[in-house]
């Protein structure tokens, strides 16, 4: 395929779906699939049958939509009308909709959601502006929206240096956690000297709750390859990778697909749409460790070494796969790079606050009343986040904290409601921006159980290289444990404080460095509930059992208890 | 090689471009505790004891693989980075059981010299006792997992030096063992020359030799700059 036919296809199936009376996009997303959306596809698919495939009724399995908690969404197209979307769907419900449809009645308004409904009001939709909307397995409907297109720009009209200058400008920081600039990573790769050089796209996401990468690989495969493709040519890369987390099976089937189907369109491969530009990419699976996130732990992984960071530098960019200067970006960020080339970085970089621009995808979960997928501009206020795009707290039960950057983030308290989100606010406080899960917590979370759980998962997922994090998780772990069952004294508090700062400031990797986090932010906005746990052995949630004594309450008890039997003369 | 200049601990010093700081700071009497490093040996970086503040740095950085360069400003003994020290030599008596008076390596060994100098009189953790097998499988030699501190240097010298790569670490965190060819009794082991490498570098009473009672085990390492200075020679061509 060349740049003309690129075209030509884009609009020759634009033209076929803007003739359609109605397009029924049933959401197909893993939570929406678990939510029974397979039964609407097929009830649907049989009433399409019955009616003989008439060809200006379409049915679209589509990737994440977006509310995953009100799965199966359904959103109905209709040219000239304003788009509708039903919740919960049930197969009956959405036959009654295709039905009224064809007889020319009222639509059904069971479970209709409102027309200006903030979710979908106050979200920005770069990244996910397909996710949802195209059947993640079609690489004609990705087309019809814009796809590869910014490839064919690049290609055809810039220079390497050209594009990496555009990054830059777009001011796009990592999404993968450490945000570092895109433009920059970019340039020193580029400039590093190395006959071959590598594409990785990380989607191992291993933080618990976050989906985000999870999604956009399963609702819009090509798009990653798209700026996969973008990146390789800007820094003379052949050859991509995408390791994929072993627990994401569909993620790694749809973007096989993609990468075939793109290969046969001439959109990946050797001479990429009529240029001499090759490029290819595979796919990876990893074996779902957290740590294989770490950059230079998973280039050990793809290079069939046991998934362990190593001390930096060299940096990859310098010494990546096989020793060879390496690129690696998360998923989400190559995600961006489509973006870029089709608003222009200017647009792009007009989108946000400071020195984060453009979007966050957030996967908002916890006691909020809408669980699921967003994509925000940087900066929005946390407030917005939770009252408006979330709907408040389920249950209406008072805000207490908000977690961000799992694992290695932190607790953002009800008094910073009105932070923007983006990389330095956060940091101010003691949280990051992480990958994008966002844990909105009620007046029933107890803080330490909280830091508990967080530790739990860092020391079950230390790599054992380093003494501080492979024990130092353990033993922070144990401190907390006897917080939280009430045997704990002013002295652990202070080891606690101690060890969280030594950890901190000696593990190799940023897996140990990151893990304390989630203890010294509660400690910093939570501090009283700690010292409650330990002064008073209570639990001011209520989530803690205090079961234990602690040490010099037990020495008490055994002596009064000698000096009972000594009393009456009674002896064992 | 070129010359550059540095201050460690507010004296400037003179050194060798490539150097480590670590090496560095030995030349020039300057005791850095260590323990996962070794001359001769792939650095790794994980025992942490050697951390050193850098001027412009926000963390501490390992000596024993950070490269001097022109400039830098360097302090080795910081009130913060001894008791980071003490901690991390702390966690790692906590961490398996290390009752020296019933110990083969007793008075000979490393992790209980550098608690002595750090003047570790007790251990503020948690003892996590966890009770660990002993691999008395091979006829020379003995693993005990419960002195092992996880240094690797058993692994590094048997698979760099040695060429047989017998041993290797299963699971991971704080479950982490020494295996010896995927998970075998070291008796059963089919590469192992028996060699004793790794059973002379490690720095605690894990690997041993049979029949070494209480305190009795004594370590011999030179014999690792031996071999690598005669290969290195050898390999320049010279009179090995
Ligand atoms: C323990 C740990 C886990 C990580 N996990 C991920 C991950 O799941 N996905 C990801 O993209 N980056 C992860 N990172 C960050 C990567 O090391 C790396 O910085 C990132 O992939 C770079 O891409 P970016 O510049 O686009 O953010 C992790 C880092 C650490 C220290
Ligand atoms: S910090 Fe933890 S995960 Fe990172 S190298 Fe050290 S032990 Fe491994
Ligand atoms: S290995 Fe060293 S520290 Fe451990 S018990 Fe033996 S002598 Fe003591
Ligand atoms: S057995 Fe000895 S050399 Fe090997 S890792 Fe354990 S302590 Fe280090
Ligand atoms: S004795 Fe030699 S060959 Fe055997 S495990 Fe030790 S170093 Fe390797
Ligand atoms: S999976 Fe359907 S809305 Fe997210
Ligand atoms: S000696 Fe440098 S980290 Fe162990």
């Known amino acids: ?65 977006g509310p995953c908690s009100r799965g199966p969404l359904l959103t109905v197209l209709r040219p000239g009308q304003p788009e509708q979307v039903w919740q919960k769907c049930t197969p009956e419900l959405a036959v009654s909709i295709l039905e009224a449809e064809l007889q020319q009645s009222a639509f059904p308004d069971t479970n209709l959601l409102p027309a200006d409904w903030p979710f979908f009001r106050c979200q920005t939709r770069l990244v996910l502006a397909n996710s949802g909307r195209i059947d993640p397995e079609n690489l004609e409907q990705y087309i019809a929206r814009g796809g590869y297109d910014g490839l064919a720009q690049v290609l055809h009209e810039m220079i390497p240096d050209q594009v990496c200058d555009s990054v830059v400008q777009s001011g796009l920081r990592g999404r993968g956690g450490g945000g570092y600039p895109t433009g920059l990573k970019w340039q020193l790769v580029r400039k590093s000297s190395g006959s071959r050089k590598f594409i990785v796209a990380n989607g191992d996401e291993g933080d618990p709750g976050a989906y985000m990468d999870r999604s956009l690989m399963e609702s819009d495969p ?14 003379g890369a052949e050859q991509g990778y995408i390791y994929v987390r072993g627990e994401y099976p569909v993620a790694a089937q749809r973007l096989r697909k993609a990468i075939r189907d793109a290969e046969r369109a001439g959109l990946l491969g050797s ?79 007009a989108i946000g606050n400071g020195k984060s621009r453009g979007t966050k995808v957030f996967a908002l979960c916890g006691e909020v009343v809408n669980n699921g997928l967003i994509e925000v501009p940087m900066g929005i206020p946390l407030r917005e986040i939770v009252f408006e795009i979330g709907g ?50 009620g007046e029933q979370s107890c803080m330490v159980d909280v830091a508990r759980f967080f530790m739990e998962f860092c020391l079950d997922e230390s790599c ?58 509660t400690l910093r906005w939570f501090r009283a509930e700690y010292e409650t746990h330990v002064n008073e052995r209570r639990c001011p949630a209520g989530v803690c059992s205090m079961d234990e004594l602690p040490l010099h309450l037990l020495g008490e008890q055994l002596l009064q208890r000698i000096a009972a039997l000594r009393c009456d003369g009674e002896g064992y | ?46 025992c942490r004891l050697c951390l050193v503040e850098l001027q412009g740095s926000s963390r501490p950085v390992p000596s024993c693989v950070t490269r001097a360069a022109e400039g830098m400003v360097v302090t080795t003994h910081s009130d913060k980075l001894v008791e980071y020290r003490k901690m991390l030599v702390e966690l790692l008596l906590a961490e398996r059981t290390h009752t020296c ?40 030699f003995a693993l005990d997992h419960n002195r092992c501190v996880l240094c690797l240097r058993c692994v590094r010298v048997c698979d760099a030096v040695e060429g047989a ?73 010279g009179t090995p």
Request: with cysteine; proline share 5%; net charge neutral.
């Open chain 1, 271 to 349: 001479r990429v749409l009529d240029s001499s530009f090759s490029f290819r990419i595979d796919i990876r699976i990893g074996a779902g460790a957290f740590v294989c996130g770490e950059e230079t732990a998973l280039l050990a992984s793809i290079m069939g070494r046991r998934g362990q960071p190593r001390i930096r530098p060299p940096y990859p960019a310098e010494a990546g796969l096989w020793g060879c200067p390496t690129l690696i970006n998360n998923v989400e960020t190559f995600g961006n790079i489509p973006a870029i080339f089709s608003i222009g970085p200017q647009a792009f970089n």
């Open chain 2, 165 to 237: 790569h017998t041993w290797d670490v299963r699971g991971r965190g704080s479950t982490s063992r020494i295996v010896a060819d995927l998970d075998r009794p070291w008796g059963t082991s089919t590469s192992c020359t028996d060699c004793g490498k790794c059973v002379q570098l490690c720095p605690t009473g894990a690997l041993f030799k049979k029949g070494a009672t209480v305190g009795e085990m004594r370590k011999e390492r030179s014999f690792l700059n031996r071999i690598l200075e005669r290969r290195r020679l050898a390999a320049q061509g």
């Open chain 1, 1 to 65: 395929m060349n740049r003309v036919e690129l075209a030509e296809l884009a609009e020759a199936v634009t033209a076929q779906q803007q003739s359609c009376r109605m397009r029924l996009l049933v959401c197909c997303g893993t939570p929406c699939v678990a939510a029974g959306s397979q039964a609407v596809v097929a009830a649907l698919r049989e009433r399409l049958a019955a009616l003989g495939h008439p060809a200006d009724l379409e049915l679209v399995g589509t990737g994440c939509q």
């Open chain 2, 1 to 46: 090689m070129p010359a550059i200049t540095l201050t460690i601990n507010n004296d400037l010093i003179s050194a060798r471009q490539g150097q480590t700081l670590l090496e560095v700071a030995r030349e020039h009497g300057i005791e850095i505790p260590t323990l996962c490093h070794l001359d001769g040996l792939e650095a790794m970086g994980g």
């Open chain 1, 392 to 441: 408040g707290l389920a249950n209406g039960a008072a805000f207490k904290a908000a977690q961000t950057g799992g694992p290695s983030g932190g607790c953002i308290p009800a008094e910073k409601l009105d932070t923007p989100v983006d990389y330095e606010n956060l940091q101010a406080l003691g949280s990051i921006m992480g990958s994008g899960g966002l844990i909105v917590m």
């Open chain 1, 464 to 521: 054992g290289k380093c003494v501080p994090c492979r024990t130092g998780t353990v033993e922070i772990y144990r401190l907390l444990s006897r917080i939280c069952n009430g045997s704990a004294s002013q002295r652990d508090l202070q080891t606690l404080e101690q060890l969280c700062q030594m950890v901190k400031d000696t593990s190799l990797c940023g897996l140990g460095a990151a893990a304390p986090n989630p203890v010294l932010s």
């Open chain 1, 222 to 235: 090509h798009r990653i390859l798209e700026g996969m493709a973008i990146a390789g040519y800007a820094i």
């Open chain 2, 101 to 140: 008076s019933i110990c083969v390596q007793n008075n000979n060994c490393e992790l209980q010299t550098l608690a002595a100098k750090l003047g570790i009189d007790h251990v503020r953790f948690d003892y996590l006792n966890q009770q660990l097998p002993m691999d008395a499988s091979r006829e020379r």
